[in-house]
């Protein structure tokens, strides 16, 4: 197995790689590695579940980078909305 990997990747930094990539693999442009390089985005879902007047939809707030507010504001619908999520 290490040395089909070998092939595939090269075992010196600076050797070209075999152009006999398997089906089902393809190589990363230049321009997707630098992207990665910079960090890692996620995409998730989360769900917050809990009881009436526990902070559910205040911890939803912060999590989306807004404000806290001492307010006491009951929601009754299911909130959806995208949240960029950057880790490096």
Do not use: C
Not at 20 to 33: C, D, R, T, V
């Amino acid at each position: 197995m290490f040395s089909a990997l070998k092939k595939l990747v090269g075992s010196e930094p600076g050797q070209p790689r075999d152009k006999n990539i398997p089906a089902g693999m393809q190589s990363m442009n230049q321009s997707l590695q630098r992207r990665f390089a910079k960090g890692v985005q996620y995409n998730m879902k989360i769900v917050i579940r809990g009881d009436r007047n526990t902070g559910k939809s205040t911890l939803w707030h912060r999590l989306q980078g807004k404000k806290f507010t001492d307010d006491y504001i009951p929601t009754q619908e299911i909130q959806a909305t995208s949240i960029h999520w950057n880790y490096k």
